[in-house]
């Protein structure tokens, strides 16, 4: 059982008018901030519930952009964020989504950045109050990120043994995982592990862990290190 810390007794450190509606949705971007390696240069982003109702006006499109910008909840450029966005070559397109959305305070984001490399991702993060998150989907992998502790995403081949061979190498390196959720897209195909650690792991260990027979990907998110 984990003691909870004091970010969710007090909430966060925050500029903004709402812990929601404001530095969830910062702490939203800066998971997909800290998955891509940097800002987007595209964005469309997609309200959902409550969100799509008052997005404007409770300053969540100013506080999503701001996280994917890499901007802490208690930043004082949040309020500047788009035109900082705009003039940093991000292009941020809003709407509101259609369908079903798990929570009120739901906001699915489609990314592409060229730097390093083309990449591409969709997130979707929902925000439960206080400051505190969910990321349930990521590249169509269900998933839970809460972003309170350091955390590991690794994409890897559906094959027998490749999770044992991860967490037995954590364990060996006195590493204790606290939440693990491991979703595939097919049998045999691709699969997403998400760890929450108790503590960010040094880079040999990420090294060893990507020398892993079929392990694809590894992303790390340390919402603390902002």
């Known amino acids: ?101 798990s929570h009120p305070n739901t906001v699915k984001l489609l990314l592409e950045t060229s730097v390093p490399k083309l990449r591409k991702l969709s997130l979707v993060g929902t925000s439960i109050g206080g400051g505190n998150i969910e990321i349930v989907d990521l590249n169509e992998f269900a998933v839970k990120i809460t972003g309170n502790y350091p955390t590991l995403v690794i ?9 044992a061979d991860v967490t037995s190498l954590l364990g060996a390196e006195g590493v204790n995982i606290g939440h693990m959720s491991v979703d595939r897209k097919g049998r045999s195909g691709e699969a997403l592990t998400v760890l929450e650690l108790d503590g960010m792991l040094p880079d040999s260990i990420i090294g060893e862990l990507r020398s892993i027979d079929h392990v694809q990907e590894i992303s790390k998110i340390d919402l603390n290190s902002v």
């Not at 994409?155 to 999770?163: E, M, T, V």
């Open 155 to 163: 994409l890897h081949k559906d094959r027998p043994g490749i999770i």
């Open 1 to 101: 059982m984990r003691f909870k810390d004091v970010f969710s007794i007090i909430g966060p450190s925050m500029v903004g008018p709402s812990s929601s509606h404001t530095a969830g949705a910062v702490r939203i971007g800066l998971v997909a901030n800290q998955l891509l390696g940097s800002a987007p240069e595209r964005a469309e982003i997609l309200f959902y519930g409550s969100f799509a109702a008052t997005y404007q006006g409770h300053g969540t499109d100013i506080a999503i952009v701001s996280g994917l910008l890499g901007f802490a909840t208690d930043d004082r450029r949040i309020p500047e964020a788009l035109a900082i966005a705009e003039a940093s070559g991000v292009e941020a397109i809003f709407g509101q989504g259609k369908g079903l959305f």
